[in-house]
């Protein structure tokens, strides 16, 4: 298969440190620029706007999927336990640039993929928007909430916040750390000094000068597009099948599949947010493994040989502890 552009870019950014290295000029122009840009905003040349509930923001340095939309669910399910009503917020990648709340019959191209999973896994009311501060107040006009999870927004900061997470891939992490383009970064390293929690989809490492938390997600079941039919990944052994994966880094949902023992599967990566058509993911009467998020885009044309694969995340006790904590005792929006 052709590379794609992000193929490049995740080739140049994780693997080619001479080309890199060659651009760091310009990395070093973007970081100037977001760092400047966040300052104009600190001294309030810019406007940032509060909302009347405390706002939660789940959001990366780094370019591609980190494993934000699976943190997002956690968090909304783990504060509806706690009593509280959520609302969430997000762009709505690939949606209309209008201000909406994602329905049941929403559609992709109305709202975005992971609006529509987001949505779904917490039956939380929702609103997408370029605009997060409209968003906000667009939900709170039509949901009542106690407190809003912001999906992405880490660099969205016309939107006042009262916590911060940043999400890390635990194996890829920052790539050659340098900024856009020539390097993953959207901003500099030192900002996840200033966040409030930490979390690394996968494993962690104690050598930072901030405090990370471990984030696994967990999936070992096959769900079947067209007749909701569950099976176990361990099931598969030994058939030849294939797997899609239109995601920030397709290559953990491959490696989720090779650890369940499916080996015998020849792998198609797609762009993230990849609009599928039926010829992409039809082969010869084999099954088809793909992620939640992409099952979302390809349902109305599965067939019985399409399942996807829906991850769990999990988090320990304690940061449920400090992260509800915090949450009790921090009635400000922080500063820049």
């Known amino acids: ?22 651009l760091m000029p310009f990395g ?22 509060a909302l009347p509930v405390p706002v939660i923001i789940v959001g990366n340095i780094t370019v591609g999927g980190t494993g934000k939309t699976p943190l997002c669910i956690y968090l909304a399910n783990l504060l509806q336990s706690e009593g509280y009503r959520v609302g969430i917020i997000s762009r709505g990648y690939g949606g209309e640039a209008s201000v909406q709340m994602v329905l ?37 006009k039509h949901a009542p909430c106690d407190v809003i999870v912001a999906d992405d927004g880490l660099q969205h900061y016309a939107l006042k916040r009262d916590i911060e997470i ?37 494993e962690r490492t104690t050598d930072t000068l901030w405090h990370e938390w471990e984030m696994q997600l967990i999936g070992d079941t096959a769900i079947n597009l067209l007749t909701g039919e569950n099976k176990t990944l361990a099931e598969f052994k030994n058939i030849d099948c294939h797997a899609i994966a239109g995601i920030g880094n397709p290559e953990r949902f491959f490696k989720q599949l090779e650890k369940a023992g499916i080996s015998q599967r020849l792998d198609y990566s797609f762009p993230d947010h990849h609009v599928f058509i039926a010829k992409e993911i039809t082969f010869k009467n084999q099954p088809v ?48």
């Open 1 to 22: 298969m052709k590379k794609t552009i992000s193929r490049y870019l995740f080739d140049l950014w994780y693997n080619d440190h001479y080309t890199g290295a060659a």
């Open 28 to 49: 070093f122009l973007f970081s100037d620029f977001v760092k400047f840009r966040r300052w104009l905003y600190k001294i309030g040349y810019y406007k940032n706007e």
């Open 104 to 140: 049941p019959n929403s559609k992709v191209a109305e709202v975005g993929d992971e609006a529509l999973l987001i949505a779904k896994q917490t039956n939380c009311p929702m609103a997408v928007g370029a605009n997060r501060v409209e968003a906000g107040k667009f939900l709170l």
């Open 166 to 202: 940043a999400v890390i891939d635990g194996k890829l992490r920052f790539g050659n750390s340098i900024c856009l383009p020539a390097g993953p970064l959207r901003e500099p390293i030192e900002r996840l000094n200033t966040v409030d929690f930490v979390i690394v989809n996968g």
């Open 289 to 336: 493994f793909m992620t939640e998020k992409d099952a979302v885009k390809c349902k109305p044309f599965a067939t019985e040989n399409h399942w996807f694969v829906p991850v769990v995340a999990q988090l320990s006790t304690e940061f449920n502890t400090q992260f509800l904590t915090l949450l009790k005792t921090k009635p400000f929006k922080r500063a820049l």
